[in-house]
């Protein structure tokens, strides 16, 4: 039908046109969910329409096959009262009942056919929308997903390993160096405790000698030796 033709021609319009300037695909997929449920709402009522002039033209052909039969009736009791003159003018209304009968009755058939193609077609737009719907999500996250590893593999192009290593190796040397320091002054600390305990033994053996030659001196009457 025209109006579903033209329906597929927008869609794929609107969706070719949003992937050729699309920069982010998520507000993407929304949208052409947005826009395939506008147009699901335009061919409904479009649909709505036609079962409308549908069932006035199904009123239409009854109304003239009620016609048709009223007039037969007419001729009918028109002959039974011996009238065929009446009779004849009821049957003359009666053959043009019958051609409104015939016109509506295409009418009403063609109607009816594109209706039910509509109706159709309608039902096909909606099983379309729910598989998008259904796939919004997964959509989502593949496109999530791709973003991370795009920034994951960015960062990792961006890695310089060479001059990274290079900054670590300056960092052992200068920690390195740092300790060689400390044992450096460990030792200088170490060398000046041996020097203090040097003069503090010659201290007390200073004060030991003196102690001794004032017990001998004792020992021996007050006679130094």
């Given at each position: 039908?025209?109006?579903?033709?033209?329906?597929?021609?927008?869609?794929?319009?609107?969706?070719n046109?949003?992937?050729?300037r699309?920069?982010?695909p998520e507000?993407?997929?929304?949208?052409?969910?947005?826009?395939?449920?506008?147009?699901?709402?335009?061919?409904?009522?479009?649909?709505?329409?036609?079962?409308?002039?549908?069932?006035?033209a199904?009123?239409?052909?009854?109304?003239?096959?009620?016609?048709?039969?009223?007039w037969?009736?007419?001729?009918?009791?028109?002959?039974?009262?011996?009238?065929?003159?009446?009779?004849?003018?009821?049957?003359?209304?009666?053959?043009?009942?019958d051609?409104?009968?015939?016109?509506?009755?295409?009418?009403?058939?063609t109607i009816?056919?594109?209706?039910?193609?509509?109706?159709?077609?309608?039902?096909?737009?909606?099983?379309?929308?729910?598989?998008?719907?259904?796939?919004?999500a997964?959509?989502?996250?593949?496109?999530?997903?791709?973003?991370?590893?795009?920034?994951?593999?960015?960062?990792?192009?961006?890695?310089?390993?060479?001059?990274?290593?290079?900054?670590?190796?300056?960092?052992?040397?200068?920690?390195?160096?740092?300790?060689?320091?400390?044992?450096?002054?460990?030792?200088?600390?170490?060398?000046?405790?041996?020097?203090?305990?040097?003069?503090?033994?010659?201290?007390?053996?200073?004060?030991?000698?003196?102690?001794?030659?004032?017990?001998?001196?004792e020992?021996?009457?007050?006679?130094?030796?």
């Amino acid at each position: 039908m025209g109006i579903f033709q033209r329906l597929s021609d927008l869609l794929k319009s609107n969706v070719n046109d949003l992937i050729d300037r699309a920069e982010d695909p998520e507000k993407m997929v929304k949208q052409i969910i947005i826009d395939m449920q506008k147009e699901l709402n335009k061919s409904t009522q479009a649909y709505g329409k036609a079962k409308a002039s549908e069932r006035l033209a199904e009123k239409q052909y009854q109304n003239a096959v009620k016609v048709s039969a009223d007039w037969e009736a007419k001729a009918k009791a028109a002959l039974a009262a011996g009238d065929q003159e009446l009779a004849k003018k009821a049957l003359a209304k009666k053959v043009k009942a019958d051609e409104d009968v015939a016109n509506y009755k295409e009418m009403y058939e063609t109607i009816s056919n594109q209706t039910e193609a509509i109706g159709d077609q309608v039902e096909v737009l909606k099983a379309k929308l729910d598989e998008a719907k259904s796939r919004q999500a997964m959509l989502i996250a593949r496109s999530q997903m791709a973003d991370t590893s795009k920034e994951l593999a960015k960062s990792v192009g961006g890695f310089d390993a060479s001059s990274s290593l290079e900054k670590f190796n300056r960092m052992e040397e200068k920690i390195v160096r740092k300790e060689a320091e400390a044992d450096a002054f460990a030792e200088i600390a170490g060398a000046n405790d041996d020097t203090a305990d040097s003069f503090e033994k010659l201290e007390t053996d200073s004060k030991v000698d003196a102690e001794l030659a004032r017990l001998m001196a004792e020992m021996n009457g007050g006679n130094a030796q």
